[in-house]
Nanobody, 124 residues
Framework: QVQLVESGGGLVQAGGSLRLSCSAS????????MAWFRQAPGKEREFVGS????????LYADFVKTRFTISRDNTKNTGYLQMSTLNPEDTATYYC?????????????????WGQGTQVTVSS
């Protein structure tokens, strides 16, 4: 059973950057693919990107383009979402999630373990 805890959210101005962290415990972290999702008020939770257990492969949603980067440090049992060139449309609660196996999954139903979320607010 993996427990996930996000941190690093906050208020940032448009054009700014923010790095979110996802700390994992209770399992062998490198056995799990990790993903980031986000959910804005009144909207469905959407896939942001994912990373394989070794960190060698990543997958991103189209809207990310080159603004966001997902990484992980298995020695620290921590995953990261580096966000840059933020705009108000990026305002949402950001969640990390994990699953055994591959990273090639974009729907929330494919992920078994979830953090509680961290709020990101981008002001214009």
């Amino acid at each position: 059973q993996v427990q996930l805890v996000e941190s690093g959210g906050g208020l940032v101005q448009a054009g700014g950057s923010l790095r979110l962290s996802c700390s994992a415990s209770g399992g062998t972290f490198s056995n799990y693919a990790m993903a980031w999702f986000r959910q804005a008020p009144g909207k469905e939770r959407e896939f942001v990107g994912s990373i394989g257990g070794s960190g060698d492969s990543t997958l991103y949603a189209d809207f990310v383009k080159t603004r966001f980067t997902i990484s992980r440090d298995n020695t620290k049992n921590t995953g990261y979402l580096q966000m840059s060139t933020l705009n108000p449309e990026d305002t949402a609660t950001y969640y990390c999630a994990a699953r055994m196996g591959t990273l090639w999954h974009r729907t929330m139903y494919d992920y078994n373990y979830w953090g509680q979320g961290t709020q990101v607010t981008v002001s214009s």
